[in-house]
């Protein structure tokens, strides 16, 4: 199957700083999903992007399909940004998200 | 339009006991996963069904199962529990032909 890896695995940030968190995948996919998981334990869709570049406020995202990563921008950044985001990918007929480690990310007052 | 609902949300039993965990799709979503998350293995797949039958299986024992009703709703079932089993079980839904994957809540499991 294929292997998603994020960095970095901790960010702090003061409130109103830019961010860039990365994912890169081992294979093609035809699903790329970034999540934010709120501190009760959901996760919450950011964007669907197998390909291409989306933006929605404050957060946009770009994956380079053919060079396997994707990238989420987060700018202006506000304390409820806080919490851990996830970049999941998978292939193939089906369902089958395979996660990354997440990026925890804390944004100071 | 209502989200993906999960029932119940905690839930805390004894070693050897067995679970069923229940999952409510978006209305008009038919493929429904279930994931698993713990602090040392992150978020892994369970399984997914579409249609009522199994459509793909992730490398879990066979004490875990699942099935899907006739109106998407899915269970799963964890069967003589172990420790590790305690984790956060979610469950996603996605509309047919879609990849994206919408998630519920979440049944937090706790096994003492």
């Known amino acids: 199957g294929i292997q998603v890896e994020q960095s970095p695995p901790d960010l702090i940030l003061q409130e109103g700083a830019n961010s860039t968190l990365r994912c890169n995948f081992s294979?093609?996919?035809?699903?790329l999903q970034w999540f934010h998981q709120n501190p009760w334990g959901q996760l919450i869709n950011l964007f669907y992007?197998?390909?291409g570049t989306k933006q929605n406020g404050r957060l946009s995202a770009t994956t380079v399909a053919t060079e396997r990563y994707s990238l989420l921008y987060i700018s202006s950044s506000q304390t409820t940004d806080s919490g851990v985001y996830f970049c999941a990918a998978a292939q193939g007929a089906g369902n089958m998200l395979t996660f990354g480690g997440g990026t925890r990310l804390m944004v100071k007052p | 339009k209502a989200g993906v609902t999960q029932t119940p949300r905690y839930l805390i039993k004894t070693r050897g006991q067995q679970v069923t965990l229940s999952c409510s799709p978006i209305?008009?979503?038919?493929?429904v996963s279930w994931y698993q998350q713990t602090p040392g293995q992150g978020l892994q797949f369970l399984f997914e069904y579409f249609s009522e039958t199994q459509r793909n299986k992730g490398n879990f024992p066979g004490r875990f199962s699942g099935r899907q009703f006739s109106n998407s709703r899915s269970e799963m079932n964890v069967s003589t529990l172990e420790l590790g089993d305690s984790a956060l079980y979610l469950c996603a839904s996605s509309l047919p032909g879609s990849y994206e994957q919408y998630f519920g809540p979440g049944t937090r499991l706790t096994v003492t």
């Open positions: 294979d093609s996919v035809n699903n």
């Open positions: 209305s008009g979503h038919r493929s």
């Open positions: 992007i197998p390909s």
